[in-house]
């Protein structure tokens, strides 16, 4: 059965390829930050009574951690005020509620991945404002949150997987990080199983929708020049501390998606998600 989905936030990296992917099986209305200023609470309201959607996918976010630490009202609104006004909307239809929020929740101070009922313990303004994000979302009646984190791919490749790749096909030396560790996030695979969530009615809650396994930033550069053919690349191993950062970055922020498999959510390793990116990229 098709359902209408109204995606905001649908511009950015996330959310163009959550259109693409959503529009496969489901009619969609989807709107960039510049048709709509989602933290608007009159307009994003009243588009969400006219539409009168049976899903909303929310793809809007401030992202610049370090920029949250000077302009932490911008970060707020985006993150947190924005998702509270989506929460209430979505009550009033009756309509399901798909928020994204991340690894930056938790401190990353343990040494095996975090699952979902972890206690949040954010360290940055970013982090914090995540984390609101999350608790407004959850007052939504039937609501997904979905935590996500590295993601790389879709047509707006732009993060730091996608600028590590193409620094290794230019030939330049690559510094990443060694003392970071993730569970990388394909947009594609996100994205089926966003769609998956929604078409299986999935329990309702938060999961951790992201590639299976985790590595470092420098192995996951290695990783990257074998599979593009050029194993001889120079990766630069550095400390978090070295690279001048504004706010607090978890160090080991891998997430478990055990609570997403049995949930009948399977998603790939992070090295079979890579590998066809490169693949397609």
């Known amino acids: 059965m098709r359902s209408l989905a109204l995606v905001f936030g649908a511009g ?12 496969r099986r489901h009619e969609v209305v989807a709107y960039t930050r510049n048709e709509l200023d989602v933290t608007s609470a009159p307009e994003a309201c009243a588009k969400v009574e006219a539409i009168c959607p049976d899903v909303i996918v929310n793809c809007a976010a401030y992202t610049d951690v370090d920029g949250a630490e000077a302009d932490p009202l911008q970060a707020l609104g985006a993150n947190a005020w924005a998702v509270r006004t989506l929460a209430r909307a979505a009550g009033d239809i009756g309509a399901t509620l798909v928020h994204f929020s991340t690894d930056f929740v938790f401190d990353g101070t343990t040494d095996r991945p975090y699952v979902e009922d972890d206690l949040p313990n954010p360290r940055s303004t970013y982090a914090s404002s995540k984390l609101l994000g999350e608790w407004f979302a959850a007052d939504a009646p039937q609501h997904y949150v979905l935590r996500v984190e590295s993601l790389f791919g879709g047509p707006r490749a732009r993060s730091s997987v996608d600028r590590i790749l193409a620094a290794i096909r230019s030939r330049m030396d690559v510094r990443a990080f060694v003392d970071r560790t993730v569970s990388p996030s394909y947009v594609e695979d996100v994205v089926a199983a966003t769609v998956a969530m929604i078409d299986q009615k999935t329990p309702y809650g938060t999961y951790h929708c992201v590639n299976s396994g985790w590595t470092n930033w420098a192995d996951l550069a290695r990783e990257l020049a074998r599979l593009t053919g050029h194993p001889e690349a120079t990766i630069i191993e550095i400390l978090m501390a070295e690279a001048g950062l504004t706010a607090s970055r978890p160090k080991f922020a891998a997430l478990s998606n055990a609570k997403l498999t049995a949930a009948g959510v ?7 998600a890579l590998a066809r990116y490169v693949a397609e990229a």
């Open 266 to 272: 399977v998603m790939p390793t992070w090295q079979d």
């Open 12 to 23: 950015g990296q996330l959310g163009e390829a959550m259109v693409t992917g959503l529009g």
